[in-house]
């Protein structure tokens, strides 16, 4: 109970919107988005401003007073959409495909809503048992064995950069405990990869401490698959006969596989599964980490 003596102190408000004032905006920002997919067709492809252009409009210094939404809406038309390359237009075909979709939306809205952090299962049990089932479908359908587990990421390049650091795990040189600073142990440690490999592979190499002398680019065939010839030239030619290579980055289906051969699967990620168990299956036959990326377009 409340104690009676303690007064009512009334501050100032938070700043936040009202509840009326945030839905009355939310409906007009609705109707706003559902209207620039509506006309996205109507505008240019890559946005129709030189460099600088958008900065110079901006204010230099913050603002004291906030703006309304309709100005703020109104700036967005002025100011913003020029300067957009739109990669939800039918005819952008740059870099990948966008995943944008209504229902989509309406997830990101939740989630901004709910403003979880899923470090801990205690610290949102909706969000991390949802992951959990979402990745495990996402498994069905690649035609994964039950042993493989996941994370969803924010990004392909994290996504990446954990399959190889799952795998440098995998060779058990203590490095989670050791580090590798200063260690003369340390033999190199190679990974391997499609020459059409993203940056990504050789950021994250950098960022693991490997060095950029550790990745092997492999040439691709005219349909831009790794060459498995090259590939096996390359693994062959390995110095180190104690340990086989550790890595390898490219879809397993599509090359030969050595049966001692560990390896790391990248497309253009956005999530990392990892085999739990020794169970194999046909189509990954030694595979223990790798990353993917599932763009779905949802139709309603």
């Known amino acids: 109970m409340p104690d009676p003596k303690l007064e009512k102190i009334e501050g100032p408000a938070l700043g936040d919107m009202p509840a009326e004032e945030f839905r009355r905006c939310g409906h007009e920002l609705i ?19 030189e460099p600088g252009d958008l900065k110079a409009q901006l204010a230099a210094s913050p603002p004291e007073k906030g703006e309304s939404m309709e100005t703020i809406l109104a700036d967005v038309d ?21 995943s944008t979709s209504a229902p989509g939306i309406f ?11 899923s470090m801990l299962w205690r610290t949102s049990p909706a969000s991390t048992e949802l992951e959990e089932v979402t990745l495990d479908w996402l498994r069905q359908m690649m035609g994964l064995d039950d042993g493989f587990s996941g994370f969803i990421y924010d990004t392909a390049s994290v996504s990446s950069m954990h399959a190889i650091a799952a795998a440098r795990e995998g ?18 440690l190679r990974v391997y990869a499609s020459e059409q490999a993203h940056s990504s592979i050789d950021k994250g190499i950098i960022t693991l401490g490997l060095g950029q002398r550790s990745l092997r680019k ?4 005219d ?9 096996a030239q390359a693994t062959a030619s390995f110095p180190f006969a104690w340990s ?13 596989c050595r049966q001692s051969l560990r390896f790391a699967k990248r497309t253009s990620c956005g999530y990392t599964l990892t085999r739990r168990t020794r169970v194999r299956q046909q189509s990954f036959p030694r595979c223990s980490t790798f990353s993917t990326a599932v763009r779905v377009r949802i139709r309603w």
């Open 31 to 49: 109707d706003w988005i559902a209207d620039y997919f509506e006309h996205i067709d109507n505008l240019p492809v890559l946005a129709q401003v």
């Open 223 to 231: 349909q831009f698959r790794m060459d498995a010839k090259a590939l």
């Open 171 to 188: 060779v058990e040189l203590r490095i989670r405990e050791e580090g590798m600073s200063g260690r003369k142990d340390l033999p190199l």
């Open 78 to 98: 002025r100011l913003i959409v020029p300067a957009l390359t739109h990669w939800s237009h039918p005819s952008f075909f740059a870099y990948f495909a966008t």
């Open 244 to 256: 086989p290579p550790w890595a390898r980055l490219q879809p397993p289906a599509s090359i030969q």
């Open 107 to 117: 997830g990101e809205l939740l989630s901004a809503a709910f403003d979880v952090k």
């Open 218 to 221: 492999i040439p691709t065939d």
